[in-house]
């Protein structure tokens, strides 16, 4: 069975770009969530949403950062303009019913020149 | 503020060498704590569910506890395939369904 997908695995580009990541949850799984990880910070959430809904945002760190889910299937986190200090692994991962437990992609390395 | 703390940050066992991981936690209201595995360039696995002090769960060489203040990770005769980062998490009572704490995790390596 499929997991969580997440696309692309890698992603380099130049500060001031525009970075989009994409997930497809696991079917049936109502939760979506949008972490990211560093050493320094850890594993840290971003955003999160429950039947596409966004219910929590407090984690976003400014502006520059968007997420949307317009359906079951798909979300996708956006960053505009992009600043070297957003350089880090990006993880999606769906849950059902409660959020717990999380089932992870494996995640995007986003690295900004 | 739900607060999680992991430690030691990394443990170096040797093969068949049991030891524990220790997570500490802070919350209003215990809902349920979560330990995953994390390999190097992979989201984290989940482990283990526990919800209540007193609880264990187990499986092939891993066994977690709790208490009110804290959750064990108990390895025995590690294998070298053990070596990853497991990753401990909390979620409280009344807070956003879903939204949890995670500990900034124990990265196990386990020499033949």
């Known amino acids: 069975d499929a997991g969580v997908i997440q696309s692309p695995r890698h992603e380099v580009t130049e500060m001031g770009q525009e970075v989009t990541l994409r997930c497809k949850p696991i079917?049936?799984?109502?939760?979506l969530f949008w972490y990211r990880q560093t050493m320094m910070r850890g594993l840290e959430l971003l955003i999160y949403?429950?039947?596409?809904?966004?219910?929590?945002d407090s984690g976003m760190p400014e502006d520059r950062f968007s997420a949307k889910m317009p359906n079951a299937s798909f979300s996708t986190l956006k960053i505009q303009p992009s600043e070297p200090r957003d350089s880090a692994v990006y993880f999606c991962?769906?849950?059902?019913?409660?959020?717990?437990?999380?089932?992870f992609g494996d995640g995007t390395r986003l690295s900004i020149l | 503020e739900d607060q999680v703390t992991q430690s030691p940050e990394a443990l170096r066992l040797q093969e068949g060498e049991s030891s524990s991981l220790n997570c500490s936690y802070t919350v209003s209201g215990l809902r349920g704590l979560f330990w995953y595995r994390q390999d190097p360039g992979k989201g984290p696995e989940f482990l283990f569910t526990?919800?209540?002090a007193g609880e264990e769960k187990e499986k092939e060489r891993l066994k977690a506890t709790l208490t009110k203040k804290e959750s064990f990770l108990h390895i025995t005769a590690p294998k070298p395939e053990d070596s990853a980062t497991y990753l401990c998490a909390v979620q409280a009572v009344g807070t956003n369904a879903g939204k949890s704490t995670f500990g900034d995790g124990t990265t196990l390596t386990v020499k033949p």
């Open positions: 526990l919800y209540s």
């Open positions: 079917s049936g799984h109502d939760y």
């Open positions: 991962a769906s849950s059902p019913l409660g959020g717990q437990p999380q089932h």
């Open positions: 949403f429950n039947n596409n809904v966004p219910i929590d």
